[in-house]
């Protein structure tokens, strides 16, 4: 079988790419181009409010250069998860930039746009049906998170993209995708091994983060072979070793064997890693494993307030030294000041940087006594009113708390910006992150084929 070669852009749509990277994977004349534009990474507040977390103007500029080189090679260009979240809103403003960029270069091609918003219908159905099992560490799904779901997404494998290949799209924008989909699914159709076009795919989804030295705002190069694969850096500033490709492999696993996905699982337990020339390696060995029935991820987040955060440091080392009691001691006032008012239910939380700010959610880390704090205070309440309140109790609180040993009336905190508090808006958090079982890998996942003319759907 004749090489298939893959370039993938970069790690998400809109994080940019050198442009003499992406001429020289230009110049080995890829069958394809693909990327992935999104990631839950940055949490349920872009797939709640439905907007991307990427800038409009990133993904332009990427997407003008890759539309050149497929108008010019004359092959697909595919994105998958687009506008960060792949639900209706974010597909929507995907294809609103695809029509600006047809329209200002004169191209013309089938566009195939592939959907993954699943209706909260469908899987409260599903639910009923006992076809939802939830994914570790989830609770168990309810009706009642379906239905105080905002939006929720399904994560399709490379079964829409390969109907979309057959019905002709020369372009395919979809919704909500697992990662390696998208630059496994040419590989695919044209015969050559899954479990290597998946593992594949594995590697392309983040571009050069897989090579030493790793960055997501560069390309990477793919070649599928009938019994291998070969991954190739296009900047000279990188390579690709045999532990830069395995370590990559790990990403986001919880087992180093097992990667399961949309129909199956991708068996590593035979995969090898061989170095072959100093910036290339080959893989060979990977095995797709079907599952006993079809699933599907399922992403739903559902509103939980309003937020308001303010950001203070602390280097008083008597203060930083009671620092636990004085957060409780303002949790406690703040719940006292506010019983009697009407002002709904409410989370105020403190994060302590430099005293396991991050690590806090974790019980029995070990505690130390930094010189200095980052203090975030957050309040979540019903209305943004509330969490405007809240916040600002609780950070003049802090800011005139008198602590034992306090040696000034003066201010505890110091404030790097003015205004102090931050009016967030909306938040959100996950109400479904489960699997859902499905009979057909594509009835969730609707294909409209059309012909976009110097920016016109025709």
Known sequence: MEELRILSTTAILGYGFPEESFREGVARKPHVIAVDAGSTDPGPYYLGAGISFTARAGVKRDLEFMFEASMELGVPLIVGTCGGSGADAHLDWNVDIVKEISREKGYTFKLA????EV???????KFRDGKITPLHPAPDATEDAIKESVRIVGQMGFEPFLKALEMGAQVILAGRAYDP?????????KGYDKGLAIHLGKILECAALACTPGSGSDCLFGYLGEDYFRLEPLSTQRKCTTLSVAAHTLYEKTDPYV???????LDLTATTFEQESDNTVVVRGSKFV???GHFIKLEGVKRVGYRTVSIAAASDPIFIEQVDTIVEEIKKRCASNFERQNIGKYFLDFKLYGKNGVMSMFSGMPSQTPTELGIVIEAVAETQE?????????RSGMLHFGYSGRKSTAGNLAFPFSPSDFKVGEAFTFSL???MEV????ECFPITLTTLDKGELV
């Open 439 to 442: 009979s057909d890998p594509l």
């Open 290 to 292: 079907p599952s006993d």
């Open 259 to 265: 990667l399961p996905g949309p129909g199956g699982a």
């Open 386 to 394: 509330a969490a405007n309140t809240i916040c600002a109790f609780a």
């Open 181 to 189: 989909a998208v630059f496994a699914a040419l590989g695919v159709q």
């Open 113 to 116: 746009i592939i959907g993954a």
């Open 119 to 125: 209706s909260k219908d469908v899987v409260l159905q």
């Open 433 to 435: 992150y489960h699997l």
